[in-house]
């Protein structure tokens, strides 16, 4: 039960110690940091160099291998490194490749070369998200049951602090050292990464990996939906944040075309406001899983980032005002961070250790469904009804998947204490 696991709660200097956690914290920061290169950096890059817009709206394409990542994952299961075992070996690979097609990116001029530069893109993508499974794989099978809420705190903030190196920082440093040291720069970074991923640990269970490639397909689609009441758990994957999804999926337009704001006030003060909330978020969902359970945090944090989406509907109402837009911004990132960190724990709990990357990774694709579709379907109701009532209905929108939590207590409380 989710009481008796709280006794087992992780104190913070057992934490600042765990080499697990740590381990966490520096392959969450492996992670985040190719994301933006090929990304809104490289799109900066194009932009700067004076491409059209037709031609830079082509490479947002680049990102498809992060949504497709579990198509390839059984391959990362069943086959394993002749270094460093399942996990870390192909981490390691995966962190040197991403490190020589940054310097390789580089080197290249996009205005003579733009599609070797699109090549590598895309290649970084692949690479990255494929790094992206087997971290995904060894935080499930290496963080024990009561670990697995700081450990998602510690990958989130290692991503968000790569991120912001090589998202807003390399931007900065770009005008002072041109774009090619700028990139070797990153990418000199993320081989210091390679030598931090020698030194995690081995997961404590030894798994067996799959026998075959079959083996590696099919299993862990039939140890999944062989279990008792998987589809309500799945549709539970799906639902949970799907209010959430909602309201985020057009904010940045409300700010600016609902209620006024410019595009620089939103910069300075909405971004800075959301990256600020949700660092603390991040930290205090972890925190607050070691002491509530997986259960009670999920409901407590379910209730709270469906309920903050109605500070959006006051801010609606209010119409101009940084304050109300500081508060509705900050507290919805803020119960959002929580919330993202303990579904983070959820999905490794419903995770087979045998069939972890794929498991994981097919789990992560359903989640981002709802934040994949639900865009077009908010616009479409924005026109409506109006920003006040839209945002009333996302709230509304978050029940469904609080209810099917409240059925699932259960079945969900036995996952505080297996795999």
Not at 9 to 31: E, H, I, K, Q, Y
Not at 218 to 246: M, Q, T
Not at 364 to 381: D, H, K, Q, Y
Not at 399 to 409: I, V
Request: glycine share 8%; aromatic share 10%.
């Amino acid at each position: 039960m989710a009481s008796d696991n709280a006794k087992q709660a992780l104190r913070l200097a057992d934490v600042l110690g765990n080499r697990r956690v740590a381990a966490a914290l520096t392959l969450g920061f492996a992670s985040g940091l190719p994301f933006a290169l090929s990304q809104g950096t490289l799109q900066g890059w194009l932009a700067e160099l004076g491409l059209n817009i037709k031609t830079i709206g082509w490479f947002t394409l680049v990102g498809l291998p992060y949504n497709l990542k579990f198509l390839w994952a059984p391959l990362l299961d069943r086959y394993v490194p002749p270094f460093l075992g399942r996990r870390r070996g192909w981490i390691v690979l995966m962190q040197a490749l991403v490190a020589i097609v940054i310097a390789v990116m580089g080197l290249q001029a996009p205005n003579d070369a733009i599609y070797a530069v699109a090549i590598l893109a895309l290649l970084l993508a692949f690479l990255s998200a494929s790094q992206d499974v087997v971290i995904d794989a060894y935080r499930t099978d290496s963080l024990r049951p009561e670990e697995r809420g700081i450990g998602s705190t510690a990958v989130q903030i290692g991503w968000r602090v790569a991120f912001y190196i090589s998202g807003a920082l390399a931007m900065v440093l770009s005008g002072v050292i041109g774009w090619r040291a700028t990139y070797l720069t990153m990418a000199a970074i993320m081989g210091a990464s390679t030598l931090l991923t020698l030194f995690a640990p081995e997961p404590e269970v030894k798994v067996v990996a799959p026998r075959s490639l079959q083996e590696a397909v099919f299993e862990p689609i039939r140890e999944f939906f062989g279990r008792p009441g998987i589809l309500a758990l799945l549709s539970l994957v799906i639902l949970y944040k799907i209010g959430d999804a909602a309201a985020l999926s057009l904010s940045t337009a409300f700010l600016i075309k609902g209620v006024g704001f410019t595009a620089a006030q939103v910069g300075a003060v909405a971004k800075t406001t959301s990256i600020t909330a949700t660092i603390i978020g991040t930290v205090l969902g972890g925190l607050a899983f070691a002491r509530l359970g997986l259960y009670r945090s999920l409901l407590i944090f379910g209730v709270l980032q469906a309920a903050t989406n109605l500070l959006y509907s006051l801010l609606a109402v209010r119409g101009h005002d940084l304050s109300a837009m500081v508060l509705a911004v900050g507290v919805d990132n803020l119960a959002g961070a929580m919330a993202a960190t303990i579904f983070g724990a959820f999905i490794m709990a419903l995770c087979d250790h045998r069939f972890s990357a794929f498991q994981f990774a097919l789990l992560s694709a359903l989640s981002a469904l709802s934040r994949t579709f639900v865009g077009p379907i908010a616009a479409v109701l924005v026109a409506q009804v109006g920003w006040p009532l839209f945002f009333v209905i996302t709230f509304v929108a978050g029940a469904p998947g609080l209810f099917l939590l409240w059925r699932l207590r259960a079945r969900i409380e036995t996952l505080d204490l297996v795999h």
